[in-house]
């Protein structure tokens, strides 16, 4: 189960010290789904320029993350990581999200610090606003589905 957290008061910290926003969620899905973790950034867009590898906390391998831009995604699958460009809505931070269903009609994705915590995703829609994905290489075993909780 991966929990959502809604509070958006800076006040509120995750027990590693950071505000629940939404790199801090992608970082707790990986950490808590596959035992993998990535370097600090300063928001999501900085995530989506930089971070390229995962890294194992137990054994210290490193994982290479696939990266797709925007348009060239045909399909969106649990677990892919979607990014959004920096703009005024997002405070210049860009924004993150998680595939948590993906069918051949629709995708759900699970967001932090949002008005929509899950949101039904459309794969067609063309925004300009949409940078690409993150995705996990295919011989790491993927949940079917992700649950979520919302706080």
Known sequence: MLDIYMNRQKKVKTEYGVPFECVELV????????????????DAYEM??????????NNHQVILLQTI???????LCVGDILFWKRN????????????????????????QNEKNSLEVFDINKKSSDFLGIKR?????????????KVI
């Open 27 to 42: 970082r707790r899905f990986y950490n808590q789904y596959y035992g993998l973790t990535f370097p600090s950034v300063k």
């Open 48 to 57: 989506f320029e930089k971070i390229e590898t995962l890294i194992h906390t």
């Open 88 to 111: 005024k809505n997002n405070d210049y931070y860009g924004h993150v999200a998680i595939v948590v269903y993906s069918d051949r009609k629709k995708v759900v994705i699970a967001q």
């Open 69 to 75: 831009t925007a348009p060239n995604i045909d399909r």
């Open 136 to 148: 996990l290489p295919d011989w790491i075993q993927k949940p079917a589905i992700i649950y979520v």
